[in-house]
């Protein structure tokens, strides 16, 4: 093995429920956006652009899994046919994201995505959600998943998130619309966020050690 970022068990921190120094972080991300719906004037269309944006920090992510992954598994070689790789992989990926985008714009953004961009507060709350995932990098990826997920598993993981959760987030903002109080449908988008979040996070900690 090239990396060894395990501990054995006994020297594992305690506290890896649900009071765990991650699970705060994923909270406490997860519940920022409500500053934007209460003090900075946001709407459904804020919320659905901040985790449009989140798809992008996750396919960076993606990105340096997949290096990591190879470099530890089999090498340099492996790692340099993986860097090869990840123009395509970011070009294709990036597609993915730039359809979601345009669906977004079409159906659900009342004005430009750009002007959604320049938002109060947007970019703090997306390095906010990009802390999350530098976080689930460190103590998921790099003490367990490293080691028993395959390279399939890493290099589609962002589509599969990107489909399911923004698929359910688009669903739902297309039926809370009947909520006559705009801020009671973008408190149940940030509830279904953070719930597919901890979803992930409960079982990316089923992956033994």
Known sequence: ???RFSRNQSD???G?????????????????PLAGTFFAGWDVGSLLVLYWMENIVI??????KLLVFDFHHAGAEAMAYSVLGVPFYLAHYGLFCYGHGLLL?????????????AQGGLWALVLALAVVHVVSFRVDFLDREI???????????????LIVLHVSLLLAAAAVTLVPWERSAMIILIAIKLGFDTYAWRRGHSIPA
């Open 1 to 3: 093995m090239i990396f």
């Open 12 to 14: 594992r921190p305690s």
């Open 16 to 32: 890896r429920g649900w009071l765990s120094p991650q699970y705060a972080v994923i909270v406490t991300a997860n519940l920022l």
């Open 59 to 64: 396919g960076l992510s993606g990105v340096c």
């Open 105 to 117: 714009q079409k159906f659900y953004l009342n004005v430009a995505l750009s002007s959604y961009l």
């Open 147 to 161: 080691r028993h997920l395959s390279r399939d598993d890493i290099a589609f993981g962002p589509y599969k998130r």
